[in-house]
Nanobody, 115 residues
Framework: QVQLVESGGGLVQAGGSLRLSCAAS????????MAWYRQAPGKQREVVAV???????NYADSVKGRFTISRDNAKNTVYLQLNSLKPEDTAVYYC?????????WGQGTQVTVSS
């Protein structure tokens, strides 16, 4: 059973940057598409960025031009570079397949952006 462990979150001022990592305990190569999701307090979880096994990417309009998703299949890791952060980016960030599977939700990593 593959487990996904997110890390890299923290407290940052508006305009700052963070790099999130999602490490898989097993090979993620067989997953055709991976994604980062986020859930803010009182809101539903939403997809932020998606990457296919071939490296094609897609982003939510709210983060386009500021966030970059990437993957390293040799390291079984998916990354999310967060730049020009805004207070509204504050949320717990998760990675999972796309579409997601219940069994692969991890504990997430908290990103807090202060104004």
């Amino acid at each position: 059973q593959v487990q996904l462990v997110e890390s890299g979150g923290g407290l940052v001022q508006a305009g700052g940057s963070l790099r999130l990592s999602c490490a898989a305990s097993g090979s993620i190569f067989r997953f055709r598409t991976m994604a980062w999701y986020r859930q803010a307090p009182g809101k539903q979880r939403e997809v932020v960025a998606v990457i296919t096994s071939g490296g094609r990417t897609n982003y939510a309009d709210s983060v386009k031009g500021r966030f970059t998703i990437s993957r390293d299949n040799a390291k079984n890791t998916v990354y999310l570079q967060l730049n020009s952060l805004k207070p509204e980016d504050t949320a717990v960030y998760y990675c999972n397949k796309n579409p997601p599977e219940l069994a692969y939700w991890g504990q997430g990593t908290q990103v807090t952006v202060s104004s």
